[in-house]
């Protein structure tokens, strides 16, 4: 079966610019996760949906958001971007269940300039 | 609050020999813990998992881990290292008692199989 599909792979913004970045799960599977991804930080939680309700967050400021539609699609949006937010942004879906691990797809690499 | 520590930034082995990455934790309750490999541009890819039962785990390209919970400590191994071995791994953990879903993971460790 297709795995996770995040879109687009790489996006260079501008500071200041906002950013919408798409995350399309297995089929069949209701949670996605959203982590960032830098050389100094390792892998930040950003938030995780399940069935369109946010049901978990990190510690990110309010100009990360998220959104999860009917049919399990995520998108997360960064308004006013910063250098610092510079980073592979990782998308994982799995089943939804406490034992159940993660699916990534490949990420997508943001590059502020 | 969780954490994992994966204490060795970078491990070298020579190919052939056996290897280990070191990971401990520290959870509320039970944990549930997951090894995950990442190839430069791409994303984690799924190892094994402890969820319960036999504490040694077998997973995928001949890793295996051991979950010793006195130890607090959930370490990957590999009886014999291939050069394709070279990777960036993660430990991550997952707790129970909180509710929350996410996992939480190390800071990863970079394995590098010398020919």
């Known amino acids: 079966k297709a795995g996770v599909t995040q879109t687009p792979r790489y996006l260079i913004k501008t500071r200041g610019q906002q950013v919408t970045l798409s995350c399309s799960p297995i089929s069949g599977h209701r949670s996605v996760s959203w982590y960032q991804q830098t050389p100094g930080q390792g892998l930040q939680f950003l938030f995780e949906?399940?069935?369109?309700?946010?049901?978990n967050k990190g510690n990110f400021p309010g100009r990360f958001s998220g959104r999860q539609f009917s049919n399990s699609r995520s998108e997360m949006n960064v308004s006013t971007l910063e250098l610092g937010d510079s980073a592979l942004y990782l998308c994982?879906?799995?089943?939804?269940?406490?034992?159940?691990?993660?699916?990534f797809g490949s990420g997508t690499r943001l590059t502020v300039v | 609050a969780q954490s994992v520590a994966q204490p060795e930034d970078q491990v070298n082995v020579a190919e052939g020999n056996p290897l280990t990455v070191k990971c401990t934790y520290s959870v509320s309750g039970n944990p549930y813990l997951f090894w995950y490999v990442q190839y430069p541009n791409r994303g984690l890819q799924f190892l094994l998992k402890?969820?319960?039962?036999?504490?040694l785990v077998k997973g995928s390209y001949g890793f295996e881990a051991e979950f010793n919970k006195s130890q607090t400590s959930f370490h990957l191994k590999k009886p014999s290292a291939l050069v394709s071995d070279s990777a960036l791994y993660f430990c991550?953990?997952?707790?129970?008692?909180?509710?929350?879903?996410?996992?939480?993971f190390g800071t990863g460790t970079r394995l590098t199989v010398i020919p």
């Open positions: 402890y969820i319960t039962g036999d504490n």
């Open positions: 994982a879906s799995s089943a939804g269940q406490p034992s159940d691990g993660y699916t």
């Open positions: 949906y399940f069935s369109e309700t946010q049901r």
């Open positions: 991550a953990v997952r707790e129970t008692q909180t509710g929350a879903n996410n996992l939480f």
